[in-house]
């Protein structure tokens, strides 16, 4: 396959300037095959500030005003995510370069990039599509990036006892969720905030959803998985008459009186693997599975 010109747009890490130890290689790589760089405002202005960025003369772009055949997040699982809601429906792929551990989302190394690179240039890569929950309520889009790649989380305020969530299912009734919050997550999310509260790993690329409670109240409450096509109705009713919506961990707040509605957004994001990527492999090295913890 004949290689192309590329363009790629970049998003970081702007806490910790060690997960962008490898800017200048990963740049230097990208100027090497005479690709164009678009790099996030926030994210420039980070790196100069932290001396990571010399003599750049990259096109910095604001919000979503950006296109790119590819998306880079520099960092880890955190920062893939932040990139996925900022490209939200654009279907540009996305691939993560982690400075630390290995992700489920960032999964390529610094000193992988140049191979990766050079597979990108002549097409030998996959792209996932995952699917993305999109959050309403009373009707409207909850914020200006109201869809979730991992997750969406109904959680009581700091200061408030548990609250109360009654659950519709494709407008039958599941039950009502006594409980410090509830957890609807993605495939992709399911190793991640949903896990933490005893929720299922599934598979991406399987077509369900999970909801799952956190400290619920009764030990008979249990998680269930439904298909990804039902739409799901909340109501919340707090002592505190408010409530927190968390979107891939963006938190907004609401009133208990908001109705939300959750369902599959009518787009999907596309993640960038390698060929040859196993999420198994993946998840046994960071579940540790086989790995025999005893002193």
């Not at 599509?129 to 914020?143: F, H, T, W």
């Not at 700091?158 to 659950?167: E, L, T």
Request: proline content about 3%.
């Amino acid at each position: 396959m004949t290689s192309r010109k590329l363009t790629f747009a970049i998003f970081g890490n702007t806490f910790q300037a060690r997960k962008s130890a490898a800017i200048s290689d990963v740049l230097e790589c990208i100027a090497s095959c005479g690709a164009e760089v678009r790099i996030d405002r926030d994210y420039y202005d980070f790196l100069l500030s932290s001396h990571l960025l010399d003599n750049c003369t990259a096109e910095v772009f604001d919000g979503d005003a950006f296109d790119a055949d590819f998306v880079i997040s520099m960092g880890g699982d955190g920062t893939f995510l932040k990139a996925a809601c900022r490209v939200g429906s654009k279907n540009i792929p996305i691939l993560g370069v982690n400075m630390g551990r290995l992700g489920f989302l960032a999964d390529v190394r610094p000193d992988e990039f140049r191979e990766l690179l050079e597979a990108l240039r002549v097409g030998d890569y996959q792209v996932e599509n995952r699917v993305v929950i999109q959050v309403d309520a009373d009707g409207e889009p909850l914020s200006e990036y109201a869809c979730a790649l991992n997750d969406v989380a109904i959680l009581k305020r700091d200061d408030a006892s548990m609250i109360s969530i009654s659950a519709k299912v494709d407008g039958e009734f599941l039950t009502t969720y006594r409980a410090d919050g509830l957890v609807v997550s993605t495939p992709t999310g399911s190793t991640a905030y949903s896990l933490s509260n005893g929720g299922p790993i599934i598979v991406p690329g399987t077509r369900v959803l999970s909801m799952t409670a956190v400290a619920p109240h009764s030990l008979n409450i249990r998680p269930i998985v439904i298909p990804d096509t039902s739409e799901i109705t909340l109501t919340v009713e707090s002592r505190s008459h408010n409530f927190l919506v968390a979107i891939d961990g963006r938190s907004e707040k609401c009133c208990d009186v908001t109705v939300l509605t959750l369902r599959k957004a009518p787009y999907s994001l596309k993640i960038l693997k390698r060929c040859g990527t196993r999420y198994f492999d993946t998840l046994r090295e960071k579940m540790m599975w086989g790995t025999d913890t005893r002193c």
